[in-house]
């Protein structure tokens, strides 16, 4: 059965950090690309960033660049989201996703972070930013 399931999230001041964790079973990470989606009550879901499944490669939303990167550890079999510097308008839940239609992230850019290319989602985590 596949399944993703985040953890790490919580509460933060703005300009701290968070480490969010996208544990995978039921196939091997390294054939997927991972995805972090953050949806807020109210809002359309935003994707944040993309770690591809060929050569790793990454893509990320502007609105996190510079201060958010993703990793991924194949023996874990996990994928990680370091969040640095954090904003009071990154609050949100954020999602991790698996696609197996993403190959290299950076070379399609935007397309990378839309929703319609994933296909199983994680439960959520919830990340709060208090200014």
């Known amino acids: 059965q596949v399944q993703l399931v985040e953890s790490g999230g919580g509460l933060v001041q703005s300009g701290g950090s968070l480490r969010l964790s996208c544990a995978t079973s039921?196939?091997?990470?390294?054939?997927?690309?991972i995805g972090w989606f953050r949806q807020d009550p109210g809002k359309e879901r935003e994707g944040v960033i993309c770690?591809?499944?060929?050569?790793?490669?990454?893509y990320s939303a502007e609105s996190v660049k510079g201060r958010f990167t993703i990793s991924r550890d194949n023996a874990l079999n996990t994928v990680y989201l370091q969040m640095n510097n954090l904003k009071p308008e990154d609050t949100a839940v954020y999602y991790c996703?698996?696609?197996?239609?993403?190959?290299?992230?950076?070379?399609?850019?935007?397309?990378?972070?839309?929703?319609?290319?994933?296909?199983?989602w994680g439960q959520g985590t919830q990340v709060t930013v208090s200014s």
């Open positions: 039921g196939f091997s990470v390294d054939d997927y690309a």
């Open positions: 996703a698996a696609s197996n239609r993403i190959t290299d992230a950076q070379a399609m850019g935007v397309i990378s972070l839309v929703s319609g290319w994933y296909d199983v």
């Open positions: 770690i591809g499944s060929e050569d790793d490669s990454t």
